[in-house]
């Protein structure tokens, strides 16, 4: 199990962390503690998850703030955390002209491993492990955006780092490939620290012990998935109404999802009263939480 001891996790201490880009304020204060297993960042577009992960990544240096990874302390441990760590750009740039294979074989050399025959072994299992098997002889420039995405994971495992950071890693995978991820994710998960943005709820729900969301740069909420569903106990209700009933329904609520249902629609929303009196309750699920918690509905830190 994940958190164990002697499973090569790394704990992760940042402590109001903060990062501007000229006026910008991407991220704002920012207390995480991350230990080993799968951590989950989600958050809307702009959020700060892409500038969160790169920090945790050392490509990026916050304004403010300490970060301890494995007890090294940034920016003095930078070389330390850079050979435990593993890490899977949002933007992946690959060598068009090189093939799959020999693309690995030089960031596998990058990463030291001078050994051919090491780097022979080690490219054709995290081939395996990515299910690129069967294009590692094409050129990467005539990958699809998914094979992109799965040679980017490659190359985040071929020296087999305890700490993974990983920048929305299913965005673009069809869905056979999606599910095959999300194996891979848990099962790497056992033995390592993982963080990984995406804004799939489904995803967390599946495959973290823990998670975090961002909105606007500012920290919503860092704990288990079943603590965020907690919040929304007795919030969440199917709604059905006309659309133009549905409009106009009193008090303030967000709608989680919409469907159509005989002549008007069935819609889920989470709101603090029974949305004019036509809702049922509805047992709360992780994304009705989320969609709560980033609309605004659920102040912070409500129980
Ligand atoms: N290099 C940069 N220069 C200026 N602003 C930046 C830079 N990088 C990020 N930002 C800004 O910081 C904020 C957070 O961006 P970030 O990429 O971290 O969000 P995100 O949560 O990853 O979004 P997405 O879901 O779209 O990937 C945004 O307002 C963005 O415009
Ligand atoms: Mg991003």
Redesign the pocket.
């Known amino acids: 199990m994940a958190g164990e001891p002697g499973t090569g996790g790394v704990v992760v201490e940042a402590r109001g962390l903060a990062?501007r880009?000229?006026r910008?304020?991407?991220?704002e204060k920012v207390d995480l503690t991350i230990g080993p297993g799968i951590f989950g960042l989600l958050?809307?577009?702009?959020?700060?998850?892409?500038?969160?992960?790169?920090i945790l990544a050392t490509v990026l240096d916050p304004s403010e703030g300490t970060l301890a990874i494995a007890g090294h302390r940034l920016p003095r441990g930078k070389e330390a955390v850079r050979r435990l760590l593993g890490y899977v750009p949002?933007e992946f740039a690959v060598y068009r002209r090189l093939t799959g294979r020999e693309f690995l074989d030089y960031v596998a050399l990058l990463r030291g491993l001078e050994d051919p025959a090491v780097r022979r072994r080690r490219v054709q299992e995290v081939l395996e492990r990515v299910n690129l098997l069967d294009a590692a002889h094409r050129l990467c420039g005539t990958y699809s955006g998914g094979m992109r995405r799965r040679l980017a994971v490659a190359q985040a495992l071929l020296a087999d780092p305890p700490f993974l950071v990983v920048?929305?890693p299913t965005a673009g995978l069809d869905p056979e490939e999606h599910l095959r991820f999300l194996d891979l994710l848990a099962e790497l998960g056992r033995t390592r620290t993982i963080v990984f943005?995406t804004?799939v709820v489904a995803d967390v729900a599946a495959t973290c012990s823990r998670l975090a969301v961002?909105r606007?740069?500012r920290l919503l909420f860092a704990g288990s998935a079943a603590e965020l569903v907690s919040r929304v106990r007795g919030r969440v209700w199917e709604v059905r109404a006309s659309e133009t009933e549905l409009q106009r329904l009193p008090g303030e609520m967000a709608v989680v999802k919409v469907r159509p249902a005989g002549a008007g629609v069935a819609a889920r929303v989470v709101a603090g009263q029974n949305p004019g009196g036509l809702g049922v309750p509805a047992e709360p699920t992780l994304e009705d939480a989320y969609v709560g918690l980033v609309s605004g509905v659920l102040a912070e830190g409500e129980g």
């Open positions: 990062k880009f000229g910008v304020t991407a991220l958050g809307p577009n702009g959020a700060g998850k892409t500038t969160l992960l790169r949002q920048d929305e943005s804004h961002l606007e740069g």
